[in-house]
């Protein structure tokens, strides 16, 4: 960190609190978005996600960034756990570091099952 630059003015992107009442979001599920288990992500969390891996010329999170819905197989799902944990590990940022922890262990869930051969859906509200 350079030195006098950082201040306590920014503070509020690093507290999850800020994103609590988010209108816009992701929602990544199986089926359908009422799913038990579906979740809801902040839009502005999660593009902290993709802006990075983008800057990083990743392939498969990038494609996340639409407006229609994107569906990922077996295949897709486990680029983007490795993508997320790539990202992930690169900031410094607890509230992307938490999306990112909840996006893989979504995931890893359905990845663990030798069987599973459905597909995840992420769609920006």
């Given amino acids: 960190m350079m030195s006098g630059v950082y201040s306590d003015r920014f503070a509020d992107r690093l507290d999850p609190e800020t994103y609590a009442d988010d209108d816009a979001g992701v929602e990544v ?4 978005p009422s799913e038990g ?3 809801w992500l902040s ?5 902290r996600l993709l802006h990075a891996a983008r800057a990083y010329e990743l392939h498969t999170v990038p494609l996340l960034d639409e407006r229609d819905p994107v569906g990922l197989n077996r295949a897709r799902c ?3 756990v490795d993508e997320i944990a790539f990202v ?3 900031l410094r940022d607890p ?5 990112a922890q909840t996006i893989t262990d979504y995931l890893v869930a359905r ?4 069987s599973w051969d459905g597909t995840v859906t992420f769609d920006a509200d």
């Fill in 95 to 99: 509230v992307a570091a938490r999306a």
């Fill in 78 to 80: 486990q680029a983007v």
């Fill in 88 to 90: 992930a590990e690169r």
């Fill in 37 to 39: 288990d579906a979740l």
């Fill in 29 to 32: 599920f199986e089926t359908d």
């Fill in 111 to 114: 990845l663990r099952q030798p």
């Fill in 43 to 47: 839009e502005r969390v999660f593009r």
